[in-house]
C-alpha cells in the first residue's frame, strides 16, 4: 500500500500526520531537478513502506530531512510525535554530517560509525531508504558531486546493505553508482550485453511452461517461477575474472523457483537435475550453509534443452523475502508472530556479520515474541567500547571509548597532536583531558611551535598517542645531546584535489609493502591544489624513490618530495 493510500485510510494516524507535518515543512522548497522537495521524503517513506517496516519507522522516514532542512527542531518533533520518532529523526540528521571521500581505509570506520551512531537499526533502514532515491534522481546532481555521492553509496552504503542481508538494495545502489564512476564501461556494458540478455531472457521464457509441469507432475507445486537478471555492476566484475568473454557467465539471467518448504526446495532441484544434468562444480546449497549476510537459496546450473546452460535458484518464500530485504524483513515476521507458534530465528542470531562483532546485547529468549521485545534487540549497542568522532570536514575517526582531543588529533596527524594547544566540540572550548563521545564534531586548534606536555600521557587512551608524545620526548632530548638517527620518511605530495586520490596513494603504497604512519591534508583556499603530507615506515632511500615514480603516474599529482624524519 502507498503512503498516499495509506494517508487515505488512516487519516489520523502517525503516517497521515507526519505525511501533512512534513508536506507542510517542506512546502515551497525544491530539488535540484525542479521537483517539489518533499517528493523526496515522500519517496523514501514509500521505500520503507515496502519493505514493510513499522508505522514509526515510515513516519521518521517522512520527516528525516525536517530539522535539517527547515526550522522545524528536534523538540518540535519530539513533541509532535514522541520520543520514538524524534529518535529515529536526530539518528538520520546525525549521519547527514559524516562524508567520504574515498580513502581506502576509512571505509570500514565509515560503515562502523554510521551504525554506532544510529544505535538502533531502523535509523540505518531510513538513510538506506533515503540513499537508494537520492541515487535514483543523481542525474540531477552536478557531476563532481554525482561522483562523489556514487563513491560514497558504492564503497559505504552498498556493502553496508549487502552486510545486514539486505541483497536487493546493495545490488540496485552498485547499479545506480556504477554509471557514474566507470561510465566508459557502462556504455561498453550496455552495447556488449544487450543482446546476450535478450536471447537467454526469451530462451527462459520459452521453457518456464515445461519446468511448471515438470515441477507439478512430481508433486512440487510452485508458489512462483520468474527470472533474474544479473546486475551490470555485478556483471562487470564477473567479465574481468573471465577474460571479458560474456559466452562464459552462465547467470547472465536465471531462473528463480519459489517454494513452499525447504524440503520442496531440494525436491524441486532433484527433479530439475533428473530433467537436465548439472555441471560439476556448479551446484552450490546456500541453505545448509548460508552466505555470511544469511543469503539462503539453493543453485545449480543445467546443461538445458538445445544443450544451452542455464542456472536455477530455488529457495522458499521466506528464504526469498530475507534475501531481498534481509534484516528488514525480520520486522514483518515479528509482527506476524501471535505467540502461538514457533518464531523465526531472530536477525541478531542470523546476522553472521553482527555476530562476529558482538553485535547484540539483547538476544530472545523462549518461543514467544512481542514487537517491543524485538525491538529492543534492534538496537545497536555492540560498539559500546569504541567512539567514532567527526573532523571538520565530515572525516570519521574511530576511537576507543574514554578517548580526548589530544587522542583525536595524533590520528589525524603527529604534526597536530604535538602542536596541540586546545579544542572545541561541537563547537565549544574544551580542556585537552575532555572524554569525547560518538558523534562530537571536533577542532584541534594548534600553535606553532607548541611541544606535547608530558602530562598528556596520564590521560590519553589511544596508544599511537602515547608513542607519539614519547617520541616528542626523545626527539626533545635528542635536541640537547645532538642529531639522532631517522626513523620514518614524510612525503609531500601536491595534487589536483578530487575524489578517490587517498585512496589510488593508500592502494600504491601497499602494494609496495610499506606501512603509512599517518596522513594529513591541507587545501589552500580557492585554489585547486592540496598539499598530502604521507609518513611511511622506511628510510630505504631507493625504495622510496621507486614509490615515488609509482605515485608520479597517479592522475593530477604535479610535485613530489620526501625527507627523512
Known sequence: MSIKETVKKDPQGVIARAYVFAE?????????????????????????????????????????????????TQDDIHKEFGGEIAFLV???????????????????????????????????????????????????????????????????????????????????????????????EYRWLLETTKEQYESRLAYLQKIK??????????????????????????????????????????????????VATVPECYAAMGIVHEQWPPLPGRIKDYIAMPKPNT?????????????????????????????????????????????????????????AWVRQLQSWQEHFSGKQTESEEFMRTMKIDFFKERIFAITPRGDAIDLPAGSTPVDFAYHIHTDIGNACAGAKVNGAIVPLDHELRSGDLVEIIT????????????????????????????EKNRLVRGAAAPTHAELKITVDDRV??????????????????AFHAENTK????????????????PKIDKLILKLKKVDGVKEISYKLV
Request: charged share 30%; hydrophobic share 40%; aromatic share 8%.
Open 295 to 351: 543469503y539462503r537459496s539453493l543453485h545449480t546450473t543445467v546443461i538445458g534443452p538445445d544443450q544451452k546452460i542455464m542456472e536455477f535458484q530455488i529457495r522458499t518464500k521466506e528464504m526469498h523475502e530475507e534475501n531481498e530485504y534481509g534484516v528488514a524483513a525480520h520486522w514483518l515476521y515479528k509482527q506476524k508472530s501471535d505467540g502461538k507458534t514457533n518464531s523465526p530465528k531472530t536477525a541478531a542470531e542470523d546476522i
Open 500 to 517: 578517490g586520490i587517498l585512496k589510488d596513494f593508500s592502494t600504491i603504497i601497499a602494494r609496495n609493502h610499506i606501512n603509512i604512519l
Open 447 to 474: 600553535q606553532k611551535g607548541k611541544r606535547p606536555s608530558e602530562t598528556w600521557l596520564t590521560f590519553v587512551k589511544t596508544a599511537i598517542a602515547r608513542d607519539r608524545i614519547r617520541a616528542a620526548m626523545r
Open 526 to 541: 580557492g585554489s585547486r591544489f592540496s598539499l598530502n603530507k604521507i609518513d611511511i615506515q622506511s628510510i630505504d632511500k
Open 209 to 258: 511452461p515445461e519446468v511448471e509441469a515438470l515441477l507439478k507432475k512430481n508433486g512440487v507445486a510452485p508458489l512462483a517461477i520468474d527470472f533474474r537478471a544479473k546486475r551490470y555492476s555485478s556483471l562487470y566484475k564477473k567479465l574481468l575474472r573471465h577474460d571479458m568473454d560474456i559466452g562464459k557467465i552462465y547467470d547472465l539471467v536465471a531462473m528463480r523457483i519459489i
Open 90 to 184: 536526530e539518528g538520520v540528521t546525525k549521519l547527514g554530517t559524516i562524508k567520504y571521500r574515498g580513502a581506502e581505509n576509512k571505509a570500514e570506520n565509515m560503515r562502523k560509525m554510521i551504525l554506532a551512531l544510529s544505535r538502533d537499526l531502523r535509523v540505518v533502514f531510513i538513510k538506506l531508504a533515503d540513499r537508494l532515491h537520492n541515487m535514483r534522481t543523481l542525474s540531477a546532481l552536478p557531476p563532481a558531486k554525482q561522483k562523489r555521492i556514487a563513491l560514497e553509496t558504492n564503497d559505504i552504503y552498498a556493502p553496508l546493505a549487502y552486510r545486514l542481508g539486505m541483497q536487493n538494495v546493495s545490488g540496485e545502489l552498485q547499479d545506480l553508482a556504477f554509471p557514474y564512476l566507470h561510465p566508459k
Open 24 to 72: 507542510k515543512t517542506h512546502r515551497g522548497q525544491k530539488r535540484k531537478s525542479g521537483e517539489p522537495y518533499f517528493n523526496h521524503p515522500l519517496a523514501t517513506a514509500n521505500i520503507l513502506s515496502s519493505w514493510r517496516l513499522d508505522n514509526a519507522t515510515i513516519a521518521a522516514g517522512l520527516l528525516h530531512d525536517t530539522v535539517e532542512d527547515t526550522d522545524v
